[in-house]
């Protein structure tokens, strides 16, 4: 397994992966490597919160898994008039003293995901909602405005 992030294959749609320069998520080149600590696992939350974003040609659509979060974790905001984030935090259950833990994959702790939003957006028509689990923000486009065409008559 290399350790240099692909920039270039396939994705779980058959298309082709690439970098994306309206993404401001950092890479990790430890998140990979197993870990047992428990400040791996208090901490890595839903820091790789899986978010697709399409385009349609009425608004951006971003759509984050968020299982078992409910939408009073969840923050959805725009910074900068052009950056979207989405943030909250899945706490830690409580621990019975009584209890014996035989295994623990379930994440907790913040997360953040931050999106640049291109310029032909409607900051201030920005909708989110959440259904079973799944964050879908729609951020509509502004129109764009075509220029004005004059045919000027060629004499001679």
């Given at each position: 397994m290399s350790m240099i992030p692909s920039f270039f294959g396939?994705?779980?749609?058959?298309?082709?992966?690439?970098?994306?320069?309206?993404?401001?998520?950092?890479?990790?080149?430890?998140?990979?490597?197993?870990?047992?600590?428990?400040?791996?696992?208090?901490?890595?939350?839903?820091?790789?919160?899986?978010?697709?974003?399409?385009?349609?040609?009425?608004?951006?659509?971003?759509k984050a898994d968020l299982p078992g979060l409910k939408k009073e974790e969840v923050k959805v905001e725009i910074e900068d008039d052009s950056v979207l984030k989405i943030s909250g935090e899945r706490h830690v259950e409580k621990e019975d003293k009584n209890d014996t833990w035989h295994r623990v994959?379930?994440?907790?702790?913040?997360?953040?995901?931050?999106?640049?939003?291109?310029e032909n957006v409607k900051m201030d028509q920005v909708k989110a909602a959440m259904e079973n689990g799944v964050l879908t923000v729609t951020v509509p486009k502004a129109e764009m405005k075509r220029p004005d065409v004059k045919s000027i008559q060629i004499s001679g």
């Amino acid at each position: 397994m290399s350790m240099i992030p692909s920039f270039f294959g396939n994705n779980r749609r058959g298309g082709s992966s690439f970098f994306d320069p309206f993404s401001l998520d950092v890479w990790d080149p430890f998140k990979d490597f197993p870990s047992s600590s428990s400040f791996s696992r208090e901490n890595s939350a839903i820091v790789n919160a899986r978010v697709d974003w399409r385009e349609t040609p009425e608004a951006h659509v971003f759509k984050a898994d968020l299982p078992g979060l409910k939408k009073e974790e969840v923050k959805v905001e725009i910074e900068d008039d052009s950056v979207l984030k989405i943030s909250g935090e899945r706490h830690v259950e409580k621990e019975d003293k009584n209890d014996t833990w035989h295994r623990v994959e379930r994440s907790s702790g913040q997360f953040t995901r931050k999106f640049r939003l291109p310029e032909n957006v409607k900051m201030d028509q920005v909708k989110a909602a959440m259904e079973n689990g799944v964050l879908t923000v729609t951020v509509p486009k502004a129109e764009m405005k075509r220029p004005d065409v004059k045919s000027i008559q060629i004499s001679g």
